[in-house]
């Protein structure tokens, strides 16, 4: 796993609400320059930018983000114990962060 700079600008895209596997429930925010993510009522853990999306270390998982054809997010694959492939569900309002 290589690990990459993600502007931090770039972040703001990815957050929001993502229903995997038709009924867990991951948060992805923001955190300063940084992601991180929540999955239910489980701990918070730091996304780390990848060549090909974002790692969590805590939970040995990788996210990976879908677009559409303007580059909007859609949806986001869960590396972990196999893949598990989930839609967007919300987004948060623009400059808004859950610190």
Known sequence: MSRVQELPD???RYV????VDDSLQVYVGREGNGLFVQVEEQLRMTLI???????????????????DSSGEVTGVT?????????????????????D
């Open 10 to 12: 770039n972040l703001d």
């Open 16 to 19: 929001g609400m993502y229903t």
């Open 49 to 67: 930018p990848t060549l090909e999306g974002f790692y969590a270390y805590e939970a040995r998982a990788e996210f990976i983000f879908s677009e």
């Open 78 to 98: 869960l590396h972990q114990d196999g893949e598990h492939k989930g839609v967007r569900v919300q987004e948060t309002l623009k400059g808004s962060r859950h």
